[in-house]
Protein backbone atom coordinates (compact mmCIF):
# COMPACT_ATOMS: atom_id res chain seq x y z
CA UNK A 1 0.00 0.00 0.00
CA UNK A 2 1.64 3.21 -1.31
CA UNK A 3 2.06 6.29 0.70
CA UNK A 4 -1.17 8.70 0.12
CA UNK A 5 -2.27 12.35 1.15
CA UNK A 6 -4.37 11.89 4.41
CA UNK A 7 -6.61 14.47 4.73
CA UNK A 8 -9.86 13.21 5.79
CA UNK A 9 -9.99 13.21 9.99
CA UNK A 10 -12.52 11.01 12.04
CA UNK A 11 -13.46 10.91 15.50
CA UNK A 12 -15.58 8.55 17.08
CA UNK A 13 -16.38 7.68 20.93
CA UNK A 14 -15.59 3.67 21.79
CA UNK A 15 -16.51 2.00 25.36
CA UNK A 16 -13.72 1.19 27.41
CA UNK A 17 -13.66 -2.70 26.52
CA UNK A 18 -13.85 -2.14 22.48
CA UNK A 19 -11.28 0.24 23.38
CA UNK A 20 -8.75 -2.14 25.29
CA UNK A 21 -8.95 -4.46 22.54
CA UNK A 22 -8.47 -2.10 19.69
CA UNK A 23 -4.76 -1.25 22.18
CA UNK A 24 -4.13 -5.29 22.03
CA UNK A 25 -4.86 -6.04 18.59
CA UNK A 26 -2.72 -3.03 17.56
CA UNK A 27 0.11 -4.21 20.28
CA UNK A 28 -0.56 -7.79 18.67
CA UNK A 29 -0.34 -6.76 14.89
CA UNK A 30 2.81 -4.42 15.79
CA UNK A 31 0.73 -1.48 14.07
CA UNK A 32 -0.62 2.21 15.19
CA UNK A 33 -4.55 2.31 15.74
CA UNK A 34 -4.47 4.46 12.79
CA UNK A 35 -3.25 2.02 10.58
CA UNK A 36 -4.65 -0.81 12.30
CA UNK A 37 -8.35 0.85 11.42
CA UNK A 38 -6.70 1.50 7.83
CA UNK A 39 -6.70 -2.01 7.39
CA UNK A 40 -9.78 -2.59 8.90
CA UNK A 41 -11.86 -0.37 6.48
CA UNK A 42 -9.85 -2.38 3.43
CA UNK A 43 -11.86 -5.56 4.49
CA UNK A 44 -14.93 -6.06 2.51
CA UNK A 45 -18.13 -6.75 4.57
CA UNK A 46 -20.66 -7.00 1.77
CA UNK A 47 -19.67 -9.30 -1.56
CA UNK A 48 -20.99 -7.72 -4.20
CA UNK A 49 -20.56 -9.84 -7.73
CA UNK A 50 -20.72 -7.03 -9.65
CA UNK A 51 -17.80 -5.14 -8.11
CA UNK A 52 -14.28 -6.37 -8.15
CA UNK A 53 -13.73 -4.46 -4.56
CA UNK A 54 -15.87 -6.17 -2.58
CA UNK A 55 -14.80 -9.70 -3.73
CA UNK A 56 -14.32 -12.06 -0.46
CA UNK A 57 -10.63 -11.97 0.80
CA UNK A 58 -8.94 -13.68 3.95
CA UNK A 59 -7.07 -11.35 5.81
CA UNK A 60 -3.56 -13.11 7.79
CA UNK A 61 -1.69 -11.77 9.89
CA UNK A 62 2.45 -11.82 9.62
CA UNK A 63 2.43 -14.81 12.48
CA UNK A 64 -0.28 -16.65 10.49
CA UNK A 65 1.53 -16.74 7.04
CA UNK A 66 4.93 -17.38 8.50
CA UNK A 67 3.08 -20.70 10.28
CA UNK A 68 1.30 -21.61 6.93
CA UNK A 69 5.08 -20.86 5.20
CA UNK A 70 6.78 -22.91 7.09
CA UNK A 71 4.36 -26.21 7.26
CA UNK A 72 4.26 -25.86 3.51
CA UNK A 73 8.01 -26.06 4.00
CA UNK A 74 8.26 -29.15 6.22
CA UNK A 75 5.32 -30.75 3.72
CA UNK A 76 7.50 -30.59 0.38
CA UNK A 77 10.65 -31.50 2.35
CA UNK A 78 9.33 -35.12 3.35
CA UNK A 79 7.68 -35.23 -0.02
CA UNK A 80 10.85 -34.79 -1.63
CA UNK A 81 12.32 -37.41 0.47
CA UNK A 82 10.07 -39.74 -0.04
CA UNK A 83 10.10 -39.25 -3.78
CA UNK A 84 13.85 -39.48 -3.68
CA UNK A 85 13.36 -42.90 -1.63
CA UNK A 86 11.11 -43.90 -4.81
CA UNK A 87 13.69 -43.02 -7.27
CA UNK A 88 16.32 -44.39 -5.95
CA UNK A 89 14.52 -48.19 -5.47
CA UNK A 90 13.42 -47.27 -9.64
CA UNK A 91 17.31 -46.67 -10.38
CA UNK A 92 18.28 -50.15 -8.61
CA UNK A 93 15.52 -52.26 -9.96
CA UNK A 94 16.33 -50.68 -13.77
CA UNK A 95 20.01 -51.78 -13.21
CA UNK A 96 19.62 -55.12 -12.05
CA UNK A 97 21.42 -53.78 -8.61
CA UNK A 98 18.34 -54.74 -6.64
CA UNK A 99 18.28 -57.36 -3.50
CA UNK A 100 15.10 -58.25 -1.44
CA UNK A 101 17.26 -56.75 1.91
CA UNK A 102 18.25 -53.43 -0.13
CA UNK A 103 13.86 -53.09 -0.72
CA UNK A 104 12.79 -53.62 2.13
CA UNK A 105 15.34 -50.78 3.97
CA UNK A 106 13.71 -48.25 1.17
CA UNK A 107 10.08 -49.68 1.09
CA UNK A 108 10.31 -49.20 5.66
CA UNK A 109 11.93 -45.55 4.77
CA UNK A 110 9.15 -44.82 1.94
CA UNK A 111 6.29 -46.12 4.34
CA UNK A 112 7.85 -43.16 6.76
CA UNK A 113 8.32 -40.30 4.76
CA UNK A 114 5.03 -40.58 3.04
CA UNK A 115 3.44 -41.36 6.84
CA UNK A 116 5.27 -38.18 8.12
CA UNK A 117 4.07 -36.32 4.75
CA UNK A 118 0.21 -37.39 5.48
CA UNK A 119 0.55 -36.29 9.00
CA UNK A 120 2.08 -32.53 7.97
CA UNK A 121 -0.77 -32.16 5.34
CA UNK A 122 -3.43 -33.31 7.72
CA UNK A 123 -2.10 -30.62 10.30
CA UNK A 124 -1.89 -27.76 7.36
CA UNK A 125 -5.48 -28.63 6.78
CA UNK A 126 -6.07 -28.18 10.81
CA UNK A 127 -4.49 -24.58 10.94
CA UNK A 128 -6.29 -23.65 7.82
CA UNK A 129 -9.04 -24.86 9.91
CA UNK A 130 -8.23 -23.25 12.80
CA UNK A 131 -7.80 -19.55 10.69
CA UNK A 132 -11.31 -20.04 9.17
CA UNK A 133 -12.58 -20.21 12.81
CA UNK A 134 -11.02 -16.60 13.89
CA UNK A 135 -12.63 -14.71 10.61
CA UNK A 136 -13.92 -11.35 12.38
CA UNK A 137 -15.79 -9.84 9.29
CA UNK A 138 -18.36 -12.22 7.55
CA UNK A 139 -19.83 -11.63 4.45
CA UNK A 140 -23.39 -11.35 4.22
Request: aromatic fraction near 8%.
Given at each position: ??K?N???T?????A?????????????????K??????L?????V?DE???????????????I??I??E??R?????NQ????M???N????H?K??S??L?E?????????????????RIV?E????Q?K????A?
Amino acid sequence: MGKTNKVRTLSFRLAENDYQKLVERCRKAELSKSMYLRYLIRIPIVCDEATEESAPCVVLDKRSIRDISRELTRWGYHYNQAVHAMNSINYYIAHGKSDSRLLDEKAECIEVELATVNRNAERIVYEIAKLQDKMIVEAR
